[in-house]
């Protein structure tokens, strides 16, 4: 499932877990619409483990519907697709940074006794996610450069290293929605509504956040331990 002219940095869910799996675990419509891999068993983790959360995720998947307009439509850091997502959500499902100091305590290996004892502070800080409700978490990316996923996937990594989470989902765009697709959609609108000059498909980059730069990463393992599904929206999502 690859776009046309895409590098070589990509991946195409090497070392996802078999779908024979999990695929049983969502509704039809829902895998009609959307690309799913699943890493470390994470979508059995939530299907079973966090039932009502993975219920609000298929409620999520099943309402979602992007326009073209919208697609073709500027909107900076967080544009009309991703502000429109976010609406889906309910509002216990929020943005969560983590914090944490670290006590650390030396013992004497023969006596027991402590040598000395200290606090390393802000041991983990800053890391954020964009969605969270109880040990799930949660982030969107629509279009940014793909090194947002890094960051993702560092801060699934520090939750789950810390306890905090024990699955993470990314929500993105699909290996489906390539070049091709977004040829389809002619020019970018300008704030008026009007037919720009700009392509659409030049917003769209190889090297913009879509499902084959995530699956090179999940291959890599850079969300360490973390078990990680992978959601990829398709055209069928597009009315």
Known sequence: MRGAGLDLDVSEGRIADPQAGYRHLFPPAVLERYEIYSYRNAAGILATGFPAQFATLL?????LRITRTQIRTP????GPIVRHIE?????DWVEARINADLHVRLVDA???????RYMRRGY?????????NGKVA??????????TYDRD?????????AGAIDVGIILTRGAALDSAFFRSLGRVLDKDGREGREDVYRKFGASTTWMGKLLYRLDAGR?????????????ACVD
């Open 59 to 63: 409620e999520i998947l099943t309402a």
């Open 75 to 78: 909107g900076g850091s967080k």
């Open 87 to 91: 609406t889906l959500f309910p509002p």
């Open 110 to 116: 023969r006596g027991g006794g402590t040598i000395r």
């Open 124 to 132: 983990l800080d800053g890391h954020r996610i964009d969605f969270v």
């Open 138 to 147: 949660l982030d969107l990316e629509w279009n940014s450069k793909d090194q």
């Open 153 to 161: 996937l560092a801060a699934f990594a520090a939750f789950y290293e």
């Open 223 to 235: 969300n360490g331990g973390c078990p990680v599904l992978a959601i990829g929206i398709t055209p």
